[in-house]
């Protein structure tokens, strides 16, 4: 691997315009890392990363590198872009365990945050620095929320997730692991008991349906649950996964690598919006492809396709007259994820907006004073990096309501 990382690093061009920093959603200083690199300054490097990025390791295994940095540097012109994915991870990776816990004194004020997943974790390691006693309330029983539940080992080793456990710890986070704030406790329950103020990032948990006829059958499986643990579902042989994502990927992939011998990604489409790098990986998996399908209905045997077409205003139309069944043991549905309502349900003063996520405002403000949020359940299901490039500006929003209280 270092071999590589070298070979790939000597080809950077250390543009004074860089393209690469410009793909990048939190603007990562790539040439700055590279140099670093290769003047043997690797810790240094490391540590850049890791304060414009604090899940560096995690987004340089699991960011979509070809429409971002890779897809904007300047040698994939001509010819192959310049690895800065294997890069950064090299270096985010072999210095973790060696970066200092820099932290202000305390302040003596408490957060209280709300899921363990991209977002959360970045908000508890970035107000931690601040000086904030942080308590992180998760509902299962380790951390990482969809990047330990909702993308598969050979994409994201989950030893990495529990490496920024370990981290947090030492940092003086603390945990309340299988516990779910809009139960028995409710977030003012929190404010009520002296924590100066609540941030939110619990994720996109909840499937969106497809709404048709067969959906609650037993041979039906949404990617997300199946994602979560798939040692417990037997899908059979044959497996018909519609969605056209990097999701539907994931679980075509994983029904493969757990014995399924025919598996195929139905797109509605003509295309897939699924990275060409994710594609790519499912195709030399064994994942089969079909595309302009729609699902009407689903049975027993299997789901019920008809041919699609975009008309003149681009709208998506069904052939009504070439409806036929795929036959197949199993349907995984993977049309992405809209947040939970169980918050929004135990505190009234919190509300949705139009499209059901989270309200806020610029600042990540919720609907309920002294409470922000952000990650999937404000934006609805996006990427990693896009979650921990929000949650660096409510982290200094958060930080100057708390002054601001003092």
């Not at 990025?53 to 010819?79: A, D, T």
């Not at 299988?178 to 941030?199: A, C, E, P, T, W």
Request: glycine share 8%; with cysteine.
């Amino acid at each position: 691997m270092s071999v590589h990382v070298l070979e790939e690093a000597n080809r950077c061009l250390q543009c004074k315009n860089p393209r690469c920093v410009e793909g990048c959603p939190i603007h990562t200083r790539i040439p700055d890392m590279i140099r670093m690199l290769k003047e043997g300054d690797t810790l240094n490097a490391a540590e850049m990363l890791y304060e414009n990025n604090p899940l560096s390791m995690i987004c340089s295994l699991v960011c979509n590198h070809e429409k971002q940095c890779e897809g904007h540097c300047v040698r994939g012109i001509k010819e192959a872009p310049i690895h800065i994915s294997a890069i950064e991870n090299y270096i985010s990776d072999s210095c973790f365990e060696r970066l200092e816990e820099k932290k202000l004194p305390s302040n003596n004020m408490k957060v209280a945050v709300i899921g363990a997943g991209p977002a959360g974790i970045t908000i508890a390691i970035l107000l931690a620095q601040k000086g904030y006693k942080i308590t992180v309330f998760e509902t299962r029983d380790k951390i990482g929320g969809i990047m330990r539940y909702g993308i598969p080992e050979f994409r994201l080793p989950k030893s990495n997730l529990d490496r920024y456990y370990e981290k947090m710890k030492r940092m003086g986070i603390l945990f309340r692991p299988n516990f779910g704030v809009g139960g028995s406790v409710s977030i003012q329950d929190l404010l009520d008991d002296g924590y100066k103020s609540v941030f939110i990032g619990t994720g996109a948990w909840r499937p969106k349906r497809l709404n048709i006829p067969g959906e609650t059958f037993g041979n039906v499986q949404y990617a997300i649950n199946y994602l979560n643990n798939p040692d417990v579902y037997d899908l059979g042989d044959k497996v018909a996964v519609i969605g056209a994502g990097n999701a539907a990927m994931d679980a075509a992939r994983t029904a493969i690598r757990h014995g399924s011998r025919f598996v195929t990604v139905i797109s509605r489409d003509d295309h897939l919006s699924a990275s060409k790098e994710e594609s790519g990986y499912a195709t030399i998996d064994g994942v089969n492809f079909m595309y302009n399908k729609a699902p009407i209905r689903i049975t027993d045997e299997g789901p019920v396709f008809c041919d699609t077409y975009r008309d003149e205003d681009g709208k998506l139309q069904l052939k009504e007259d070439t409806a036929a069944l795929f036959e197949a043991d199993s349907v995984i549905i993977a049309i992405s994820q809209i947040p939970q309502d169980k918050l929004v349900n135990r505190d009234k003063d919190l509300k949705l907006n139009d499209h059901g996520n989270l309200a806020t405002n610029e600042k990540g403000e919720t609907t309920m004073p002294g409470v922000f949020a952000s990650g999937d359940v404000v934006t609805g299901a996006k990427t990693v990096v896009h979650a921990v490039g929000y949650s660096k500006e409510i982290a200094e929003d958060m930080d100057k309501y708390m002054k601001s209280l003092s």
